[in-house]
């Protein structure tokens, strides 16, 4: 456990959380090394040591938090990543992350979007609808590169989690439905092009999900569809992306090991391959979340307590939705604790807000802490590794805080805090005005 209690004193990865509050300021987020490379580690021994005679690979999804450095991390650790925006890729890129294990998804990818992946010849573009294909094929001709294409499919399967988060149930703006009119024709015009490459399958049913029925119900509708294509074409589907989702633990979550989703899936997609007759597959997880989430902890430092009689204790910190935008969103829990008085007894119910301009920007609602908690304490809040940066905002004109790298008791910035000139320094005062 990176987290643990000395004294009266958090610590993190080794690292007094309350000197590092001290050193680099708050709000700040704190990410720690050694939990990453933990989950990164489970899945390597999970699932692309435990199955050799394939090529699986984990595409670790950015979108949780993604940053140069993190690229690097992933980088040195032989990852793959999955990326959804120009802007992942050019952060990709910046961090010199090899093409051929970037994989590129997304929804409505621009057009501007498509030819820097081409350009840049990323491993794989996870087809989204039917309007892409001439996008990438004419960005293949220009740069004469072959690309590598997924189809992503909606299995319509409903997973159990926030309904902002399900994405595999047949209404959903992600995929491909699974019909025979619509997936058919994109199937062929990849089989029929020079420029493409068919190389398989790809869904993904949702986020924070703690059971492996929905998963396995998915896997099922895709293989399904492998055997029509096989049946139509004479096609082999030889990759199938699992999608990420593996749930994490916030507050009592009980997190479950990897294995317990890949196992099952493995061994399914193998029986599935063989009745199809096709060679199975190699599988693809693009997990985020449950890298990142409770590898990253939130510093705030305790402001304004008003107590209201009969009503409730507001604790204020110097932070709030614009650096977790979760609890708002989507009434997401957390666990905290004062980083500098961790061995005191949690025996007042406070409900701790944010500084932004909003009744909602609150981060924890009746939540126990010690009865001495005053101005300048440290407040930690826990598994805000995972969509707490990259959902940031400005919102109230407030910097997004940076993000320090915590490891074995040394600490550095991964990402410097955003200042007041870099705030404003693309407005332009008009001469119209
Ligand atoms: N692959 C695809 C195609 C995805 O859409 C997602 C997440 C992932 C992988 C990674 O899922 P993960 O392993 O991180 O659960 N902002 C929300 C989560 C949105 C997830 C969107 N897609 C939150 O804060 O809970």
Redesign the pocket.
Known sequence: MVRETRGNRLFFDGCDLTEIAEKYGTPLYVMSYNDMMDHINELKKDFIDAYPDTKNRVAY?S??FACTAMYKILDKAGMSI?V?SGGELYTARKAGFPAERIEF?GNNKQPSEIDSAVEYGVGRI?LDGIQELPLIESACKKYNKKMNIMI?ITPGVAAST?D??V?GKKDSK?GIPLDEEILMPIVKEILDSKWLNFCGL?M?I????FTNDAYLKALDVLMDWAGKIKEKFDADVSEV?F?????VRYTDEVRKPYKYFLDPMMELLKKRAEEIGIACPDAVI??????V?EAGVTLYKVGQIKSIPGVRKYVSVDGGMGDN??VA??Q?KYDACIANKADETCDDKVTVCGKYCESGDILLTDYMLPRSVKAGDILAMYSTG???F??ASNYNMNPVPGVVLVRDGKSAWMIKPQTYEELTQNMVIPDII
Not at 243 to 247: A, D, I, K, Q, S
Not at 286 to 291: A, C, F, L, Q, T
């Open positions: 999804a979108k949780a999955d959804v998804n996870i992503r926030h902002y988060i994405t992600f790809h993904h949702g986020s924070q999900l992306n999608g990420g989702g593996f749930g693009e997990p985020g979340r449950s890298i989430a935008i979760r969103l989507y997401a995972a969509y707490g990259t959902m």
